[in-house]
């Protein structure tokens, strides 16, 4: 007899969230949190002492072009992507690789909440570091009198990087189900596809997860579907598949 | 979920929470002290384009010294209001917001532009030019009006408070002291147009502009209009000091129609960095255009250096004429 969804949901949950902040590989997110901050203090520092001038194009770049280009550059690009890849594949894949999925396959829960578990604890735990740091990186790139304007798109930044970590999650939370190595794979596709297909002329594009990191209703839909799809896969995968490991 | 978890959980809800305090609190008083703010409380809902200059600020930057050489004629409108009114925009006029039903670039449409006027006026003067070219005096909600109507003039003046004044045909300055009263809608009812305003409105000049092409009430010829995609919005802000920095902004209807924008408008920059690639002047500023496209909504942004202008300027870097003088 096995116990609710939502109740095993919520356990799976409890117990996933404080193994994944607290354990070594937190340290891949703390980073991924910190170095924006740091980046973002270094260049305010240096604009306000008038050290120095950013300019492209022979174009002076003030502080609020420095945070549209750190969030487009560093947290769409590169941060979200690859913490959805490093997380989504590991919530699965780890336990298939250090054999512990087994204690969790005995318990009397459904095979579903496993993986909804895992991923709304990596979901807050995603959340909980990244947007803190786009915050801190607006408020010190930004000043006061300057944010009024880029409040609004600060904001739907936010959002999106929100439902981005959420798709990348659950679409390589997927492919952690199926397959037994998928990080090498995930980042082929992130850094290797994505990167290629943004360049690309033609709809390349659309068969990316970047191209829908938009704050526009096609591109929010999309992410949606595409994050309850992979979650449903996942669910799908993980229930009728068996796992065999290698002693 | 143990105590550690919880305070992480906490203090990064807290970040969050107050950068967003933070943000609002400066997205709210921004609004509250927007240079137009009480200006645009005498805009009707109906006004389909809304124009702010702060004059002052214009013609004590050293860029308008610097334009002056290249466009030594006054501009006509000054000239016309000065000689119906008495006004002298030079040194009457603070700021200045114009708003009107028409965006239309043909010179057949009747004008029903509103000017609202913040700045230093003798009331008694004006007054007493009105009438000496047939005007008359009335009261509306509590203000004096004075109209001045006959086969070739519609205009009406007020001075809604001290130091503001109205002015334009009798409708819109009856319609604008009706939106201030709260008897028809003002602009502030019309948050798309709010948010646009609110998104130019830190320039020294800008404006907000509603285009609709089916009606063809737009700024630009129709035949230029019909060549591009689908255009919303449109607005303009520039900030002058010693130089110009603008953004134009285009809200278009759809992504696809943005990105189409966004195509043609590069493809008119390549064309022009073709054209003007040879000459500084011109390729410094080319070079200072940004394009970008985010969502339905397209930006360019551009500087014109005091260095271009220096090389736009026949005679060269001021200094070797008369400066204007400096208004107080």
Known sequence: MTAPLVGSTRRIFDLALGQMLWARRASLLGLAAGAPILLALVTRLTLSGGTAVVQINGRHIDSEAVFSTAITLLYFRFIVPAVGVFYGTSLIADEVEEKTITYLFTRPIPRGAIVLGKYLAYLLCATCVVLPSVAVVFMVMVPFHEMAP?????????????????????????TGALFRRPLVGGLLFVFGWEQLAAILPGYMGRLTIAHYL????????????????????????IERREYLLER | MNKRTRVFLFAAGGVLIVSLATGLIAWATRVSAAGAAD????????ALMVAYADVRGLMN???????????????AGSDDLEARTGIRFDTDVDDLLVASTHVDASPQRTDDSLLIARGRFDPARIEGVMRSRGGQIDQYRGKRIVTLANTTNDAALAFAEPGLLLFGPQASVRGALDAKAGASAGIGSNREFMALVNDVSDGTAWSVAKLDNASGHTPLPPALMNQLPPINWFAATGRVDSGLHGRLRAE??????????????????????????????????LDSVALTADGTSVSLSFDVTPAALDLLTPSGPPGRGPAAPRRP
């Open chain 1, 214 to 237: 938009q704050a526009d209703t096609r591109s929010v839909a999309t992410l949606l579907g595409m994050t309850i799809a992979a979650l449903w896969l996942a669910v799908r995968t």
């Open chain 2, 252 to 285: 278009a209807p759809d992504v696809q129609s943005a990105e189409s924008l966004r195509d043609v408008i590069q493809g008119f920059l390549a064309l022009a960095r073709l054209q003007g690639g040879r000459d500084p002047a011109y390729r410094s500023m």
């Open chain 2, 39 to 46: 200006e645009l409380a005498y805009v009707p809902a109906t």
């Open chain 2, 61 to 75: 930057s050293p860029f308008h010294d610097r334009f002056r050489q290249l466009q030594r004629t006054s501009p």
């Open chain 1, 150 to 174: 880029l409040f609004g798109s600060f904001v739907r930044n936010l959002g999106v990087l929100g439902l981005g970590l959420g798709a990348y999650g659950a679409v390589f939370l997927w």
